[in-house]
């Protein structure tokens, strides 16, 4: 038990996790606090922060919330620095927020599609920026992680625009990470397959679940829960010092189906 607790231990790590209110990040931020990470949730909406708060506590955890639209770059590096002046530093970031649109490819407008590269993309590109600037302007070794999406490795229907979002997360986390390797700060994408999140819910009428069931190995949806160990091991700078440019996906086997 030493051994797995000296690999898998966040005691004294700091985590800021953007979007940490949504569904899934909030089940990724409780498991890094029960790992013994101090958590801050970035988020809109202070009510939902509190639930996924009272949560954490109440599983033995530490977290607080800050408030940051994290479509402004300014707003990241406020978090940032919020953070940094409450928990003395930040060891880990979670790129987490993310939006999503069934509207078909002929009838996006512009604005609609560039809302969603706004929130899915530049977001996560001006998150990593802040924070990687932080870690080493102060010799930090730091750990990335930048949720992906199954879409982003094969298209799927109804969501081209997030899919192509994602996609984007992917390639971008791969780049940053043949970049900042050598600098001591690893980048990582976690790729969940479907898990019923507020993301996807405005598309999985019966035909989609019934397709996606067929499609997926273990024959049912992810439970957020299932997201922490993968986030665990991400984070950690002991059992994950040599995993960066990685595509963790977590699907129940989706990914390796094809027929």
């Not at 406020?78 to 003395?88: E, I, K, N």
Request: glycine residues 10%.
């Amino acid at each position: 038990m030493d051994f797995l607790n000296s690999l898998f231990n966040l005691n004294g790590k700091v985590a800021l996790v953007i979007g940490g209110t949504g569904e899934l990040c909030s089940h990724m931020a409780k498991g890094l606090a029960q790992a013994g990470a101090e958590v801050a949730l970035v988020g809109r909406n202070a009510e939902k922060a509190q639930q996924r708060i009272d949560a954490i506590e109440a599983a033995g955890g530490k977290a607080y919330f800050i408030a940051a639209d994290v479509a402004d770059k300014a707003a990241i590096q406020g978090a940032l620095d919020t953070a940094v002046a409450r928990s003395g530093k930040v060891d880990i970031l979670v790129n987490g927020a993310g939006i999503n649109s069934p509207t078909p490819a002929l009838e996006i407008s512009t604005e609609e599609f560039q809302n969603i590269l706004n929130v899915n993309l530049t977001a996560t590109l001006h998150g990593c920026q802040v924070f990687a600037s932080y870690c080493l302007e102060n010799n930090i070794q730091g750990s990335i992680i930048n949720l992906g999406s199954i879409s982003g490795l094969n298209p799927l229907s109804r969501v081209f625009s997030y899919s192509a979002s994602k996609a984007a997360v992917h390639n971008l986390s791969k780049n940053l990470a043949r970049e900042w390797a050598n600098q001591g700060i690893r980048v990582n994408t976690l790729v969940p397959g479907f898990f019923p999140a507020e993301q996807n819910k405005s598309v999985l009428d019966e035909s989609r679940v019934a397709s996606i069931m067929n499609h997926t190995p273990m024959e049912r949806f992810g439970s957020p829960d299932e997201l922490v160990g993968a986030t665990i091991l991400l984070a950690s700078n002991t059992a994950g010092s040599f995993i960066t440019g990685h595509e963790m996906i977590v699907d129940g086997g989706f990914n390796s189906m094809s027929i």
